[in-house]
């Protein structure tokens, strides 16, 4: 789970976009920290970079395939 020190750095957003599980491999929209919702391995993305690929990290079979979803969106000035 992504921790943080200072609370009054980051603002709650309901945005769809931290709904939305995408596959490895897929451009991120936002930059920002991403977590596997399967197993919650997290990762950091810059603007413009793709997610890691499938190969990234393992799951059991019976977990199933690797699923991001953006956990904190960096938000540029
Ligand atoms: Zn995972």
Redesign the pocket.
Same mark, same amino acid.
Do not use: A, M
């Given at each position: 789970m992504a921790l943080y020190k200072h609370g009054h750095h980051l603002t709650q957003s309901h945005h769809e976009a931290f709904d939305t599980p995408l596959t490895p491999g897929t451009l991120a929209a936002y930059p920002g920290v991403y977590r =596997?919702i399967? =197993?919650g391995?997290e990762i950091g993305i810059a603007k413009g970079h793709a997610l890691p690929p499938q190969n990234h @990290?393992q @799951?059991a079979v019976s977990q199933g395939p690797?699923r991001w979803q953006l956990t904190v969106c960096a938000v540029q000035r």
């Open positions: =596997c399967v =197993c391995d @990290h @799951h690797i």
